[in-house]
């Protein structure tokens, strides 16, 4: 029945797709096709635990499962969906040779030296943020109790505050959208090609941060507090023209904390812009 309703066996990636993505739509189909949650974790969790390219998070499969239930539970409506431009590879491509990584550069204020001093110098001390070294291990602390601890092996932030104390990463108990980020994941993108749709990108939207995934991508924090819903959208869209991915656009959407380090590659996650 697996292999009837997916497009892949045994959990084989696709091309710059994620294993835990793979596994998602996995858990979609299912769960259109059936009620029981059991069932599909009995299905998936053998196949996924059989992946040679990493070990399961705690409970993916079956936090997975949770988060499509709530979505098919709630789901947006046509008429609540804002259409999005596609993504246009030629212009972007056009957009990208305008600056290189070296403008980029050459435009930055003082770059914040630490983990400890990035956090200070985006938010207040008060602000609650979900920090972790994995995706499924970030907690949420204060910004003050989060800069009296080395933060120098983490890896991810959550870069809008939350409500005091938030029982869970979800957009619903977000404080209110601070910064919005610009990522390419497509393969072609050079990190002189990003920063010169990230030039282009600023001339839209105040730059405060550009931080080195410690992979491929750059991570550009534009700071939206003071965006008008018209301009915030106007922007959003410049951002899916431009080849961004919509992922790292959404509210509650994990990214690259500034001088944490990446744990595959071992790599600083370095910030390269900061104004």
């Not at 705690?58 to 239930?69: A, D, F, G, K, T």
């Not at 750059?218 to 991915?245: K, Q």
């Not at 790292?248 to 790599?267: F, I």
Request: with cysteine; net charge positive; hydrophobic share 35%.
């Amino acid at each position: 029945m697996i292999n009837l309703i997916t497009p892949f066996s045994n959990f084989q990636t696709e091309d710059h797709d994620g294993l835990h993505r793979t596994i998602s739509r996995a858990v979609y189909r299912l769960c259109l096709l059936t009620g029981d949650d059991d069932y599909i974790l009995g299905k998936l969790k053998p196949l996924a635990e059989a992946n040679t390219k990493r070990a399961l998070q705690p409970r993916e499969v079956e936090n997975l499962i949770i988060m499509h239930r709530e979505k098919l539970a709630n789901p947006v409506t046509l008429e609540k969906q804002r259409r999005k431009p596609p993504k246009n590879e030629v212009f972007t491509r056009t957009i990208a040779t305008k600056a290189n990584l070296a403008t980029l550069k050459h435009h930055t204020g003082m770059v914040p030296k630490d983990p400890t001093e990035a956090l200070n110098r985006l938010y207040a001390k008060s602000d609650w943020l979900f920090i972790g070294k994995e995706t499924y291990s970030v907690l949420p602390k204060m910004v003050e109790e989060w800069t009296d601890l080395d933060l120098s092996r983490h890896s991810m932030v959550m870069p809008n505050p939350f409500k005091p104390d938030p029982p869970a990463r979800k957009g619903e108990f977000v404080r209110e959208r601070l910064y919005t980020i610009y990522e390419s994941d497509e393969p072609w993108m050079t990190h002189d090609m990003q920063a010169g749709v990230i030039m282009h990108l600023k001339k839209q939207m105040p730059l405060r941060m550009v931080v080195s995934s410690g992979n491929s991508s750059l991570h550009a924090w534009f700071d939206v507090s003071f965006a008008t819903p018209r301009a915030f959208e106007e922007f959003e869209d410049t951002c899916h023209l431009l080849c961004g991915d919509p992922a790292t656009m959404r509210l509650n959407h994990l990214v690259r904390l500034p001088w944490g380090t990446h744990q595959r590659t071992n790599k600083k996650q370095e910030v390269i812009y900061f104004r």
